[in-house]
């Protein structure tokens, strides 16, 4: 009896000194990461947050030739991998394992799909080369010089080659190569081009001719059509016209006696288009969507468009009849927003990606005939029950100017009560635009510590038509900074949020509007985390890589330029850090190339002169942000803290 009231109290002991130990035990960061200025993180809150992690989600990539089968991204490790599924809801089966992550330029080879070529950078430097993956033997390998920047192959119609962008020449200017990925010693430059913006779209129906989009900005851009032996080009969109206008990768007719193509020609927004090649004359098709096609697909048969509309933010799938130029209706369709459209072969079922505010991102299929809907993969969510997730509330003000500027704001539970503290989250881009997506880890800001999201669009995001679009350009710049500010004036007329307790975050292009923020309104704010953001335009102009600085410079202003020089030195974050007294949170990933390090080193040597509090987060192995898991993961818990400590006391 006494020997079993010793065990007895040993196994309390233990288990007591176990949740001892478990509170005050702390995990460190990897090898790989710097961090300076960050308490030590307790395992407890590692613990208290575990669960909003460990979510997945997944997406379509290809369709099988032939069989009713697909490969699709997602992560059973710490990076997304290419997986393949033979059937709505069957097992997910890895076929690749890297380190680094793959999510685009995946597709089986058309004809046969004995093997599928994909598109992968080394650490975030996203200099992307092309492989080949053989399921006969698991093989993989490389198809192009694995030190360039090159895009994702298109594949010819016959399945025998592919197209593709590369830097290799200069490490600037894109120009256009053709391999057979059976044979990659059949790999030959097609072309040489002037720019970084060119890109191919689509193969004329007799393999003869590539269709080629060129970009120049994100309101300009013009379409070729290259022989696919000789690489003389013809330009289809005439330049020099009173009014610039944007192309969006297109796809030629079936009978290839035309194109179809997004454009803004002649109209605020983005609409879907049949170019005739022989007239250059101009079809608007579904005229009456005053919104944004933000992707389509032909089917293989041409019978059938599938497109998706950008609408107020909401992206809403349609069907389109070429015959009858008439829009289908959809079958009764699961709530959510559609992306990434693909066609079976067959030609009446349609795969894509959906998510919601209540569930991450999974693959669908749709027969066009049935009305079936079908769905492939089921993601976890790491045990939560997201049914009673909140939805976000689309909110508009008015800025400085009088613009009406709109943005999502997600409220937290009704059981937190009073005034809720609130985090602006800045989306990049530049002309990115941000989407009611579900919001994975970050639910954990509203679900247990009370804080609302609010996400705005502010001028310069696409989604709203051109003009709105163009409102932030060059000497316009700051006026996007000034849109900040009266969202802070509205946040203050508000009765259920608290101005007195407001973080300011961005990634990219909003990681420099945080800032600017934290600089402008450092008085109005508690604390800013800026995610891979340029700190002084000047610099990131003349630092960012080769082939961005022309496709930026167009957007920003030309740093070349005296007078626009000295306006973007007037705004730099970076001329004004004496300003920020409230504490910064930056992360930055070592082999950025679209934001060099350069950006975040100098902010953080600033701001430390001031003597204001300052966390610095740095990835060895991450370029534009953190996409392994096990790096996101620790940013995620520092942010935490950092909330807590900063955001909520």
Known sequence: MIRMKKLLFVLIFFSYASIYLAQTAEIAPGDNLIA???????????????????????????????????????????TLQVHQVKSPGAARTQLTFFDDNIFAGVSYQPKKGEYFIFNKDSGGDQNYQNYRF??????????????????????SNRGDRIVYGSTRRNAKDVDLYLVNPADPKSDKMLTQLEGGGWSAADWSPDNRKILVVENVSANESYLWLFDADTGEKTLITPKNQPEKSFYGAGEFSRDGKGIYVATDRASEFRRLTYIDLATNQH????????????????????????????????????????ATRK????????????????????????????????????????????????????S????????????????????????????????????????????????????????????????????????????????????????????DDGLLRENAYKDIGSLLDW?????ELDANRVM?????????????????????????????????????????????????????????????????????????????????????????????????????????????????????DEGHGFFKKSNADFQFYATVLFIKKYLLN
């Open 36 to 78: 300076e200025g960050i308490p030590k993180i307790q395992t407890s809150l590692v613990e208290d947050v575990s669960r909003y992690t460990k979510g997945r989600s997944a997406g379509i990539l290809s369709w099988h030739p032939t069989n009713r089968e697909m490969l699709i991204a997602t992560r059973f490790g710490n």
């Open 134 to 155: 053989d399921f006969a033997t698991s093989n993989v390998t490389l198809l192009t010089d694995g030190k360039s920047k090159n895009s994702s192959g298109i594949w």
């Open 283 to 322: 079809t608007s098709l579904a005229a009456h969507i005053n919104w944004d096609i933000e992707e389509f697909k032909l089917s293989p048969d041409g019978k059938m468009l599938a497109f998706v509309t950008n609408e107020d933010g909401v992206l809403t799938l349609h069907l389109f009849d070429t």
């Open 327 to 378: 829009e289908r209706l959809l079958p009764k369709f699961p709530k959510g927003y559609v992306t990434d459209i693909h066609w079976r072969e067959n030609g009446n079922t349609l795969g894509f990606n959906l998510d919601s505010a209540r569930s991450p991102t999974d693959v669908y299929s749709l027969d066009v005939k049935s009305g079936r809907v079908e769905r492939w993969t089921l």
């Open 380 to 471: 976890e969510t790491g045990g939560i029950n997201t049914k009673n997730f909140v939805e976000p509330e689309l909110v508009r003000w008015k800025s400085f100017d009088g613009k009406t500027i709109s943005g999502f704001l997600y409220r937290p539970p009704a059981r937190f009560k009073g005034r809720r503290p609130v985090i602006i989250d800045i989306h990049g881009g530049p002309e990115a635009q941000f989407q009611p997506y579900y919001l994975g880890r970050r639910n954990y800001y509203l679900n247990e510590l009370g804080v609302a999201l609010f996400f705005p669009n502010i001028r310069g995001s696409s989604g709203y038509g051109k003009s709105f679009l163009k409102l």
């Open 491 to 495: 946040i203050e007329a508000q009765s």
């Open 504 to 620: 300011v975050s961005g990634v990219s292009y909003g990681g420099n509007v945080t800032l600017a923020a934290a600089a402008r309104y450092s008085n109005r704010i508690r604390c800013a985390v800026d995610i891979v953001g340029p700190s002084n335009l000047v610099t990131f102009l003349e630092n960012t890589a080769g082939y961005r600085q022309d496709l930026r410079r167009v957007e920003y202003g030309d740093e070349r330029d005296s007078k626009i020089r000295a306006f973007l030195e007037s705004i730099a974050p970076f001329n004004s850090a004496a300003k920020i007294n409230k504490p910064l949170f930056i992360v930055q990933g070592k082999n950025d190339p679209i934001v060099p390090i350069s950006e975040s080193e100098q902010m953080v040597a600033a701001v430390r002169k001031g003597g204001v509090q300052i966390w610095y987060l740095m990835a060895k």
